[in-house]
């Protein structure tokens, strides 16, 4: 079976990690160090804070810069769950916008009219790898006064201008999980230029603590090991390597997956997409329906997912902070995308061979 994502992962990692372990430091040391110089040099950010997901990456910042009860945060209802659950993890309200057609992005038209008084933040996702457009934006809460903070969880590496996500927002979020574009195994990271912002967090993601046993305030652990640090710093110099083979395999699907009905990803001008997922959409036009392309292709050796079958205004759980049909468009993708294996231990026979099969079953 070709697995829909897959870390790669070498004997630099293991040797890395080995090498932590024998040294006896394996919580939080100098590897955690060097990786937050790292990445946030990669991402140009003068300050970063490496943790233990990209859950508590958005749930501190969002902490860091104030949100509590009463504030609303601005979402796409087309994401992963944790871009709005962070916002209730600091007793905040996110309000669902929806998002554009071609770039399954935050659409500006739906951000706008979900602005209120009481909007403090928009949490723009650069969905799939594909940075949204994030100067509209920010000309936005510039406007207004409100952050923007970038989730970059699917977006290492991928520029907007020739600039790297990360470096945008007041706080830039990412995560390292296994099928990311680079992992630590679990991790995350927040970048930032803005050294009150980072010393916040910092404190946040471990227990409060100004310096050892001195809280000022009450914090969590959420602290990234020496271990994951060491893991990702050998990731990281393989990130560039690994989007561009992602953007051969989704190069060469757009140059020959030709089917009726079926939608492939659109690029936006002016970004690098680094291709974390690659979508198609299959619509009523084409020979089978989604879920019978996903069996079909299942039947032949390849898996395949749907992110995300339900979007987020429709979560059992955000019941009470949904709008009356806000988000039409994601509900339309949500019914139609299918992600088809982008990672990249995707070889070049095996990417012939998906694309072939699309095209014959679909
Ligand atoms: C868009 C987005 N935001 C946030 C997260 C949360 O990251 P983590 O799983 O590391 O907590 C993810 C991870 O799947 C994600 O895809």
């Given at each position: 079976m070709i697995p829909i994502g897959r870390p790669s992962l070498g004997d630099e990692e293991i040797g890395a990690a080995v090498s932590v372990l024998r040294s006896g430091m394996i919580a939080q040391g100098p590897k955690v160090e060097e990786f937050e110089g790292a990445f946030s040099h990669y991402c140009g950010t003068g300050y970063g804070i490496a943790m233990n997901s990209g859950t508590a990456a958005l749930h501190t910042s969002l902490l860091a810069l104030g949100i509590g009860p009463g504030d609303e945060v601005i979402v796409p209802s087309?994401?992963?769950f944790a871009t709005a659950s962070s916002v209730c993890m600091c007793r905040a309200r996110p309000v669902f916008a929806d998002v554009d057609e071609g770039s399954f992005n935050l659409s500006i038209d739906s951000l706008q009219e979900h602005?209120?008084?009481?909007?403090r933040a928009v949490i723009g996702v650069h969905l799939f790898g594909q940075p949204l457009p994030i100067r509209p934006v920010q000309e936005i809460c510039e406007e207004r006064g409100i952050h923007f903070v970038e989730d970059a969880a699917q977006a290492h590496g991928a520029t907007y201008h020739g600039k790297r996500v990360?470096?945008?927002?007041?706080a830039g979020c990412f995560s390292f999980y296994p099928t990311k574009n680079m992992t630590t195994g679990e991790g995350g990271f927040v970048t930032t230029d803005n050294p009150v912002l980072a010393q916040r967090i910092r404190r946040i993601i471990n227990h409060?603590?100004?310096?050892?046993?001195?809280?000022t305030g009450i914090g969590y652990n959420f602290r990234m090991s020496d271990i994951c640090a060491a893991i990702g710093l050998e990731q990281l110099r393989k990130l560039d390597l690994f989007n561009a083979h992602r953007q051969n395999t989704a190069a060469f699907y757009n140059d020959t997956i030709r089917c009726p009905g079926i939608i492939l990803p659109e690029e936006t001008a002016g970004v690098e997409h680094v291709y974390h997922q690659y979508v198609v959409r299959v619509t009523?036009?084409?020979?089978?329906t989604r879920d019978q392309l996903a069996i079909a292709l299942r039947e032949r050796g390849i898996s395949t997912a749907v992110h995300y079958p339900i979007p987020l205004h429709r979560q059992p759980v955000f019941e009470k902070c949904s709008q009356k049909g806000c988000c039409s468009m994601a509900d339309q993708l949500a019914a139609e995308v299918l992600s088809l294996p982008v990672h990249p231990l995707v070889n070049e026979e095996e990417r012939k061979y998906i694309s072939n099969c699309v095209n014959e079953v679909a």
């Open positions: 087309f994401t992963f602005l209120t008084q009481r909007t990360g470096g945008f927002g007041v409060g603590q100004e310096e050892k046993y001195l809280h009523d036009d084409a020979r089978l």
